[in-house]
């Protein structure tokens, strides 16, 4: 049980472009969604926390405008980035926490973006 | 906010020794404290957590403590074997369930046979 799914697994894009990442609780309804960063060889940093049917809480430091994330649905966050440069290219995982467990968050398999 | 610190940044071993990775955390209200390991390009995968209410836990070859008086937690792998090697980060949850993970910069670990 648990399973969290991403799509895409990977995407290129061209500088000045967007891209979505769907990230998806399969078998549990996931209240609460976060979004991690990850750059080579580095740790995960929490980008925003999105809650259902609310406007998301962005760490300092993170575009809100750049970075948008929607949760429409217990089961379903998306993250949006807009006017991607190479900087943006990175690891993106979500997570979600299970009402019932509520500590444990279960990652989703992550998507590798490169922007060219 | 919480601040995790991870110590050491890399740490090689050999097959069959012990392994031990410490963390520090600065929000005296953290209670739940996990550890993962991550594989190149995969997701982060829970091996062991524990909870303010408890000092130790063990699973396997695979143990964690927990001094809260100090903030600081430990995780400890003995009879290390070469598929141990892996990137291992610690975690903590600065409130209440359902908070976000604040990461440690997490420790290569290289276990040679």
């Known amino acids: 049980g648990a399973v969290v799914s991403q799509h895409p697994s990977w995407v290129i894009c061209k500088s000045g472009t967007s891209v979505k990442i769907e990230c998806r609780s399969l078998?549990?309804?996931?209240?609460?969604m976060f979004w991690y960063r990850q750059f080579p060889k580095q740790s995960l940093m929490l980008m925003a926390t999105s809650n259902e049917g609310s406007k998301a809480t962005y760490e300092q430091g993170v575009e809100k405008d750049k970075f948008l994330i929607n949760h429409a649905s217990l089961t379903l966050s998306t993250l949006t980035v807009t006017s991607a440069h190479p900087e943006d290219s990175s690891f993106y995982i979500c997570s979600a926490s299970d009402s019932q467990n509520a500590y444990e968050q279960y990652f989703g398999p992550g998507t590798r973006l490169t922007v060219t | 906010g919480e601040n995790v610190e991870q110590h050491p940044s890399t740490l090689s071993v050999q097959e069959g020794d012990s392994a031990v990775i410490k963390c520090t955390y600065s929000?005296?209200?953290?209670?739940?404290f996990p550890w993962y390991k991550q594989e190149l390009g995969k997701r982060p995968q829970l091996i062991i957590d524990i909870r303010s209410n408890v000092g130790e836990k063990k699973d396997q070859r695979i143990a964690v403590t927990l001094n809260k008086t100090a903030k600081h937690f430990s995780l400890h792998i003995t009879e290390t074997q070469p598929e141990d090697s892996a990137v291992y980060f610690c975690?903590?949850?600065?409130?209440?369930?359902?908070?976000?993970?604040?990461f440690g910069k997490g420790t290569t670990l290289s276990v040679s046979s």
């Open positions: 078998d549990f309804q996931a209240t609460t």
């Open positions: 975690a903590a949850t600065p409130r209440e369930a359902g908070t976000a993970l604040i």
């Open positions: 929000d005296s209200a953290s209670n739940y």
